[in-house]
């Protein structure tokens, strides 16, 4: 997985900032997989990723696109290993 960048998402920009690397919060129970080069449109910077489907622990995935500007404000970055145990489903997509 040393392809992809990993992104634990929060519900809003108060729980992401609460939470530390040991005590992850109050979180959504999905992570983001980015991948690749980011591209921009409309003024705005993009990146191919892979995302959950529905706004729930451990949700079905789709490929996407998410903004920095998202990765910023509801996301904190994990590692592989941390984004595995919050997220497997997300793993058995990206292992296809």
Known sequence: MKDYRFYLEYPNKKEKNKATRKNLGDHSGTCLAVFGDPFSKDDNIFYECV???????????????????????????????????????LFKYLEQ
């Open 51 to 89: 995302a959950a489907l529905f706004d729930k622990h451990d949700s079905e995935v789709m490929t996407t696109s998410c903004s920095w500007g998202y990765l910023r404000h509801s996301c904190k970055r994990v590692s592989a290993h941390t984004a595995r145990q919050i997220h497997p489903k």
